[in-house]
């Protein structure tokens, strides 16, 4: 894998080594009925009842989170899972999160769905759950999800996305987020938001290793 780092490339895989090596987590109070379908055809699963380990999901150990948005998380949010999407998407940004439900829902909850990376409902077909997962696992083993994200997390602070693009792709390939850290602590007086760049690239380098 070191030759990765040394040629500057991040690693090509096929779409089955992908579903080989995802890790995927389901939260959901009731049985989630595709579960035995998406084993079958070689994902690795993992199905909590309710929300068992916050922190795992803030350091973005899963690849992919479906989230049932009712029923679960109530001791951490009275918004249930619609408030863990939201935290997740503040503290963890490149955690992928498809929301599901059974629940119609007014607009008043639109802006929240709008955090979510898909929504699904509980009643659609296991293929359009299975090419929803598909499409968002491709995205996570890619470099330019990873400095996408980089760079809109960055762009109330630095005008120069080109720079930000360049850095994040070389602190990632490079195995060396100092390489980026230097510049954001030069353009942005926030360490929350440092930290949680440097996550996204830590996060990236994990994928490029694995």
Known sequence: MILFFQKKQWPKLELDEIRKRARILVIDDNEFAYQPLFENDGYTIEKW?????????????????????????????KEQ???????????????????????????????????ADAVLAKNDDYVQFK???DRLLKQRFSLGFYVNRIEKLMSPYANDSGKIKKLSEKAILQNNPDLLKGYLEQQVDNKDIINIVLQVVQIAIGIAAL
């Open 49 to 77: 009842d309710d929300l068992d380990d916050l922190p795992k999901l803030e350091k973005g150990y899963f690849d992919i989170i479906l989230l049932d948005i009712q029923g679960v998380g109530k001791d951490y949010s």
């Open 81 to 115: 899972g619609l408030g863990i999407l939201k935290h997740l998407h503040e503290v963890c940004p490149s955690q992928i999160v498809i929301a599901y439900s059974n629940a119609d829902f007014s607009l008043k909850y639109q802006d929240f769905f709008k955090m």
């Open 131 to 133: 090419r929803t997962v």
